[in-house]
């Protein structure tokens, strides 16, 4: 299903990509996008597959603008480490019940509450996100410390 065919790139035009995507859905909802990156990310470039990166990455921004309130933010950090780069989405959601922290990648997993059942989804998309991140070699994770 997910051919990953890399290519050496810039990462932030990819993320932009994906910030695009996703931008008139959140000023509907008057939710505000920030990104908070060096300036050592706007030039880096780094072998991935653009397309399904950007697919990875609006996925996570979909379920962000899904399920925050209208007037709040989603933040995107691009960190560069030693060895990686590492981007973190931060929204200001309705959170994840934590009987359900190690259910939330897995094929057609949704939530049972009312907020997640009263929005459309398959349940595909975190998932997906999940399996091109480690196409990449990368991992993708919940940070329970900053859950409600």
Same mark, same amino acid.
């Given at each position: 299903?997910?051919?990953?065919?890399?290519?050496?790139?810039?990462?932030? =035009?990819?993320?932009?990509?994906?910030?695009?995507?996703?931008?008139?859905?959140?000023?509907?909802?008057?939710?505000?996008?920030?990104?908070?990156?060096? =300036?050592?990310?706007?030039?880096?470039?780094?072998?991935?597959? @653009?397309?399904?990166?950007?697919?990875?990455?609006?996925?996570?921004?979909?379920?962000?603008?899904?399920?925050?309130?209208?007037?709040?933010?989603?933040?995107? @950090?691009?960190?560069?480490?030693?060895?990686?780069?590492?981007?973190?989405?931060?929204?200001?959601?309705?959170?994840?019940?934590?009987?359900?922290?190690?259910?939330?990648?897995?094929?057609?997993? @949704?939530?049972?509450?009312? &907020?997640?059942?009263?929005?459309?989804?398959?349940?595909?998309?975190?998932?997906?996100?999940?399996?091109?991140? &480690?196409?990449?070699?990368?991992?993708?994770?919940?940070?329970?410390?900053?859950?409600?």
């Amino acid at each position: 299903m997910i051919r990953l065919q890399p290519e050496t790139g810039r990462i932030f =035009d990819t993320i932009l990509e994906a910030v695009n995507g996703i931008w008139v859905k959140a000023q509907k909802k008057n939710i505000e996008i920030q990104m908070d990156a060096g =300036d050592d990310i706007e030039d880096l470039m780094i072998s991935h597959d @653009r397309k399904w990166l950007c697919e990875a990455l609006l996925n996570l921004l979909d379920n962000g603008v899904k399920y925050s309130p209208s007037g709040t933010v989603i933040t995107i @950090r691009a960190l560069r480490m030693t060895s990686f780069l590492r981007i973190e989405i931060q929204d200001q959601g309705i959170g994840i019940p934590r009987e359900n922290y190690h259910k939330v990648f897995q094929r057609f997993f @949704r939530g049972t509450q009312p &907020e997640v059942q009263k929005e459309e989804g398959a349940g595909v998309g975190l998932y997906l996100a999940r399996r091109i991140i &480690e196409g990449h070699h990368g991992t993708i994770s919940l940070d329970t410390r900053k859950m409600k």
